[in-house]
């Protein structure tokens, strides 16, 4: 899906697995992402992030997920307060935290696993994010980042 992968053994391994990410990429060392990620040691991996929703300035975001589904390599985003849309969706850089222990199989497991976490109170919007954005519109040639992020990186945590 034109994702990239990296994986790290623990969380607190995350900020420098994103500087050597933005860094390799000619990127700057500045994002927002998700308030769950937050306490994490973005300063000492030489990197400025706040906890916040992506504004239209934003070249990065950082999110979690609430699964990611392995049979299509897709993430799983849930919104509500504290998981903002804006921060997968607005910045021309995604980078997804991804702990092992959250992929399933397949898109059905995801959905399984969304009711049993939520019951009846399910979140107002589910996104999915299968790779960075694209688009066949014009003259039928595919453009990626016409719609959303140019570039989506997961980040797995943990070992399966």
């Known amino acids: 899906m034109a994702s990239t992968v990296d994986v790290v053994a623990t969380t607190a391994e995350v900020p420098a697995a994103v500087a050597r990410y933005l860094a390799g990429r000619g990127l700057a060392p500045r994002a927002v992402c998700w308030p769950e990620l937050a306490a994490l040691d973005w300063a000492a991996a030489g990197l400025a992030v706040e906890a916040r929703a992506a504004g239209g300035d934003d070249a990065t975001g950082i999110t ?3 699964c990611a589904i392995a049979e299509t390599g897709t993430l799983l985003l849930v919104s509500g307060p504290q998981t903002a849309a804006t921060t997968s969706l607005l910045p021309e850089t995604h980078i997804a935290v991804v702990p092992v222990s959250r992929i399933v199989p397949a898109m ?3 959905f399984a ?4 976490e939520y019951g009846e109170d399910l979140p107002r919007a589910v996104n999915f994010v299968s790779g ?6 014009i003259e039928q040639t595919i453009v990626l980042g016409a719609h959303g992020p140019y570039r989506v990186h997961l980040l797995l945590v943990g070992r399966g």
């Not at 696993?113 to 049993?116: D, F, K, P, S």
């Open 113 to 116: 696993r969304l009711r049993a």
């Open 132 to 137: 960075p954005s694209r688009t066949g519109d």
């Open 64 to 66: 979690g997920c609430f």
């Open 108 to 110: 059905e497991e995801g």
